[in-house]
């Protein structure tokens, strides 16, 4: 079964920086684009970040442009998301979705699996 | 960026209604437009994928349409278990974009 979980959230301080993992099985990973989206307490979805099958393509949000970085690591089956500077509007739910369908890029995406999550609280 | 608007935000239904919600682009976004499902407490689900295919395993009383920018999402008999919020997302361009999503309630 196809299978992503994060891991890496927590409480930390305004400014101060955070590393999320994703970590992907029952799956080729090194085949399939993957996702970061957020969720805010009691609002909507908000794409984060992707990166292609390959590396060869990265996007971000407008909201986290220059502070956040994905990256993977086809060989641990694993995808992460640097987070820097970070903002109390930052604190949210950080999900980890891998692409329906194998070597898209990150602007084909669709989000066909998703994990459960791990939350990151920015606050003093 | 590309914005999607949904309508409504939420709405109150009978068991077995039908139900429509409409998701509007501010650009052509031809029929690169996906529908999730979120329970409470849950990761979103994918429903549809290219406005108007179904996802494995998903009930046939899903479906969606349209094209450009006008889009719709329809369960033809709505059940208990569809209580959720429903959103919209477009891949035409990156940034990739959400709808502010549907609430759905059992009226």
């Known amino acids: 079964d196809v299978q992503v979980v994060e891991s890496g959230g927590g409480l930390v301080q305004p400014g101060r920086s955070l590393r999320l993992s994703c970590a992907a099985s029952?799956?080729?990973?090194?085949?399939?684009?993957m996702h970061w989206v957020r969720q805010a307490p009691g609002k909507g979805l908000e794409w984060v970040s992707g990166?292609?099958?390959?590396?060869?393509?990265?996007g971000y949000a407008d909201s986290v442009k220059g502070r956040f970085t994905v990256s993977r690591d086809n060989a641990k089956n694993s995808m992460y998301l640097q987070m820097n500077s970070l903002r109390g509007d930052d604190t949210a739910l950080y999900f980890c979705?891998?692409?329906?369908?194998?070597?898209?890029?990150?602007?084909?995406?669709?989000?066909?699996?998703w994990g459960q999550g791990t939350q990151v609280t920015v606050s003093s | 960026d590309i914005q999607l608007t949904q309508s409504p935000s939420s709405l109150s239904a009978s068991v077995g209604d039908r139900v429509t919600i409409t998701c509007q682009a501010t650009?052509?976004?031809?029929?690169?437009l996906n529908w999730y499902q979120q329970k409470p407490g849950q990761a979103p689900r994918l429903l549809l994928y290219?406005?108007?295919n179904l996802q494995a395993g998903v009930p046939s009383r899903f479906s969606g349409g349209g094209s450009g920018t006008d889009f719709t999402f329809i369960i033809s008999s709505l059940q208990p278990e569809d209580i959720a919020t429903y959103y919209c997302?477009?891949?035409?361009?990156?940034?990739?974009?959400f709808g502010g999503g549907t609430k759905v309630e059992i009226k």
């Open positions: 979705a891998r692409d329906l369908t194998a070597y898209n890029s990150v602007r084909g995406a669709t989000l066909a699996y």
């Open positions: 029952g799956f080729i990973f090194n085949d399939y684009a």
């Open positions: 990166i292609s099958w390959n590396s060869d393509s990265v």
């Open positions: 650009q052509d976004i031809r029929e690169y």
């Open positions: 290219d406005a108007s």
């Open positions: 997302q477009q891949y035409d361009n990156v940034p990739l974009t």
